[in-house]
């Protein structure tokens, strides 16, 4: 897959606007990936689906996760259903090191569907940050450690 660009040259993931960025859009069908879907320093990003039960993202590789962020915060993410397995693995892994543009922050989660992973949504993994995440109409199924997990005291 292609790697995709949210702003400008000077600003790839939006991390110098939040105005800048192209929403991206996943059309009906199952997506497999064998390696996490990575995003560092987003800042007013817009991943959606047609569905939450229409766009299938899958990673296939055991323990492995479908999204991983470093940095995200006034972005959306909507419409899908992410599915993830074994031990350790993470459908959607929000976090931030404490290094580069944007911090974790404000982020939304809407008519996702999250399944058969250790963790749904892990939000604050590496201990920093993580506020303000809002969930509208979310579903989390068969995880083995817990559909949503705050990691750090910030995250709750």
Same mark, same amino acid.
Request: glycine share 12%.
């Given at each position: 897959?292609?790697? !995709?660009r #949210?702003?400008?040259?000077g600003a790839p !993931?939006?991390?110098? &606007?939040?105005t800048s960025?192209r929403?991206?859009?996943f059309?009906?069908?199952?997506y497999?990936?064998?390696?996490?879907?990575?995003?560092?320093s *987003?800042r007013?990003?817009h991943l =959606?689906g047609?569905?939450?039960?229409?766009?299938?993202i899958?990673?296939?590789?055991?323990? &492995?996760?479908? =999204?991983?962020?470093?940095?995200c915060?006034y972005?959306?993410f909507?419409? +899908?259903n *992410?599915?993830?397995n074994?031990?350790g &693995?993470?459908? $959607?892994?929000l976090?931030?090191?404490n290094?580069?543009?944007?911090?974790?922050q404000?982020?939304?989660f809407?008519? +996702? $569907?999250?399944?058969a992973?250790? #963790?749904g949504v892990?939000i604050g993994?590496?201990?920093f +940050?993580? &506020?303000e995440? *809002? @969930?509208?109409?979310?579903? @989390?199924a068969?995880h083995?450690?817990?559909?949503?997990a705050?990691?750090?005291?910030?995250?709750l």
């Amino acid at each position: 897959m292609p790697e !995709h660009r #949210y702003g400008t040259t000077g600003a790839p !993931h939006g991390g110098g &606007s939040a105005t800048s960025n192209r929403a991206v859009f996943f059309p009906n069908g199952s997506y497999k990936t064998t390696a996490p879907l990575t995003m560092r320093s *987003l800042r007013g990003a817009h991943l =959606f689906g047609a569905g939450r039960f229409t766009t299938t993202i899958q990673n296939v590789t055991s323990g &492995s996760s479908v =999204f991983v962020t470093n940095g995200c915060e006034y972005s959306r993410f909507e419409r +899908m259903n *992410l599915i993830a397995n074994g031990a350790g &693995s993470v459908c $959607f892994d929000l976090d931030w090191d404490n290094t580069g543009s944007t911090a974790l922050q404000s982020n939304t989660f809407a008519d +996702m $569907f999250t399944q058969a992973a250790a #963790y749904g949504v892990r939000i604050g993994q590496s201990g920093f +940050m993580g &506020s303000e995440t *809002l @969930f509208e109409n979310c579903f @989390f199924a068969n995880h083995t450690v817990a559909g949503l997990a705050t990691r750090n005291f910030n995250a709750l």
